[in-house]
């Protein structure tokens, strides 16, 4: 029950999330239009990226919690994976588009109404910055939400170089702020996506996590009793939080299939909390190993 309400404020926090994006978009876009600030559009096809994220992770969300069928045996839990990869691709894919734009922009500067650009960049920074605080519990146990948190984090910060930008312009005149406030927020998601890009393709991939050594998982198995040698060995995750190993165990001696219950259970138990590996099956065989070629 208590699980069932956590993610129900999961959920309620997204939906509130995603409103707010929507609106900052939409304001953004058309004071960016008037005022001429390249920055302002920057800011607004960054918040529409981040509604984009917010929505896709409310329903990945959704979906990553409905129940498993002889069908679809792992459930929909990859859907949040999945979720997290296309907001970063969209995002890097938006950063790009900016940087050239900004570049453009340096070699044709445009007026810049600072007015406009220094209230929205406030109502930005506003807005994103209670959607932060909003998802900040949950980013933590959630790669899908934590892609949206990021998202929103990110504009939060750009929103402070856009009304540091108006300040600039309105002090000074210096219409240059606005293409070089523009740059510095595309390199900022850029590096900050890539690394989110990194560990949902790791995933999806199906890799070994970079925090468990195969090799060390195999040492610490073949030290238990009974156990000759582990090999076949594959570690991935299903998601950022559910990491699954599958391996075959050659056996010393050629025991009951009730006998190894006490051999599994120890093994399972020293991945759990040497590994914090979640999902475990072995195949158990008698001389059956030949080197590590299997039968």
């Given at each position: ?88 691709l969209v995002l890097i894919a938006i950063s790009f588009y900016l940087m050239i734009e900004a570049v453009d922009r340096f070699a044709n500067p445009q007026p810049v109404d600072f007015k ?114 582990v090999y076949h060995i594959h570690i991935w995750r299903l998601t950022d939080h559910s990491i699954h190993f599958e391996a075959h165990v050659e056996l010393d001696a050629d025991l009951k ?39």
């Amino acid at each position: 029950m208590a699980h069932d309400h956590a993610h129900h404020h999961t959920h309620t926090r997204l939906g509130i999330t995603f409103l707010l994006n929507i609106v900052i978009t939409v304001a953004q876009f058309i004071g960016g239009l008037i005022s001429g600030s390249l920055a302002l559009i920057s800011d607004a096809i960054h918040n529409l990226s981040d509604g984009i994220a917010v929505l896709l992770a409310y329903i990945a969300d959704r979906l990553g919690h409905r129940e498993k069928t002889a069908q679809h045996s792992f459930g929909y839990k990859r859907a949040e994976i999945l979720a997290a990869f296309i907001n970063a691709l969209v995002l890097i894919a938006i950063s790009f588009y900016l940087m050239i734009e900004a570049v453009d922009r340096f070699a044709n500067p445009q007026p810049v109404d600072f007015k406009w650009m220094l209230g929205l960049g406030i109502l930005g920074f506003l807005a994103n910055g209670f959607s932060v605080f909003l998802l900040h519990d949950d980013h933590h146990n959630n790669l899908n939400v934590k892609a949206a948190y990021l998202h929103l984090l990110g504009d939060a910060l750009t929103s402070l170089a856009v009304i540091a930008g108006a300040l600039f312009i309105w002090a000074w005149g210096w219409t240059w702020i606005d293409p070089l406030v523009t740059l510095l927020i595309s390199i900022y998601l850029l590096v900050h996506t890539f690394q989110l890009l990194k560990e949902s393709t790791e995933i999806l991939m199906q890799f070994a996590p970079a925090s468990i050594d195969p090799v060390m998982v195999k040492s610490e198995l073949e030290k238990i009793s009974g156990v000759k040698q582990v090999y076949h060995i594959h570690i991935w995750r299903l998601t950022d939080h559910s990491i699954h190993f599958e391996a075959h165990v050659e056996l010393d001696a050629d025991l009951k299939l009730s006998q190894t219950e006490s051999i599994n259970e120890e093994m399972t138990a020293s991945l759990h909390r040497e590994f914090k590996i979640t999902h475990v099956t072995f195949q158990f065989e008698y001389k059956c190993g030949n080197g590590g070629k299997g039968c």
